[in-house]
């Protein structure tokens, strides 16, 4: 086995840890009526379009929050796509539900390049950048891990918290969103939140 095969098995048997940990430590963690609702919070970012973007913004629907990068090479964009596959089911009913990508990368993610990205994908989902000390705070308000992976050649990758949380239309934390399961059952599920 070549070396960087080997440093590739050992960053994806990492990454595949630390989402196990983290998705343990929801599923098996305190119940939707138990669970802290101090997940989330006041944030201030720049979206897709190069607007300045608020919390409050977001807020009248429930939304859905997902942290990622453009680089990722399949978490990311599967997510997303498991997310526009459940708008997608809900019809029309889409639009009285957001969904909200938040980079762990704004170094490389900048509006342009994450509306660039988000084309691909439903256009209820909206992408928000900031300064590292904006997206710090973010991270930090939502409980997300993110670290830089050095990979040989010089570039990097980010391993990354890989949770959907499903927020209400008051911003306040309701529970990890299951997307593993069929897409008409994830939008019926959402549906009852609206």
């Known amino acids: 086995m070549s070396r960087s095969i080997r440093t590739l098995a050992v960053l994806a048997a990492f990454a595949a840890g630390a989402l196990a940990l983290t998705a343990g430590i929801f599923a098996f963690g305190p119940s939707e009526q138990t669970r802290p609702s101090s997940v989330g919070g006041p944030f201030q970012l720049v979206d897709q379009n190069g607007k300045t973007v608020t919390d409050a913004d977001f807020r009248g629907k429930p939304f859905l929050v997902f942290f990622g990068f453009t680089h990722c090479p399949d978490i990311c964009p599967t997510t997303l796509f498991e997310v526009s596959e459940v708008f997608n089911r809900l ?34 989902i909206s992408g928000l950048s900031g ?35 499903l927020m209400d239309k008051n911003g306040k934390f309701i ?13 019926a599920d959402l549906r009852k939140r609206l």
């Open 91 to 124: 019809g029309p009913d889409a639009e009285k539900v957001s969904a909200i990508f938040i980079t762990v990368d704004p170094e490389r993610d900048t509006p342009e390049k994450l509306k660039l990205y988000l084309s691909s994908f439903h256009p209820r």
């Open 131 to 165: 300064t590292n000390e904006q997206i710090e705070a973010v991270k930090k308000a939502y409980y997300v891990y993110a670290k830089r992976v050095p990979l040989e050649g010089g570039g990097y990758t980010m391993d990354h918290t890989a949770i959907v949380y």
């Open 175 to 187: 529970a990890p969103f299951n997307l593993k399961r069929d897409a008409d059952a994830a939008a």
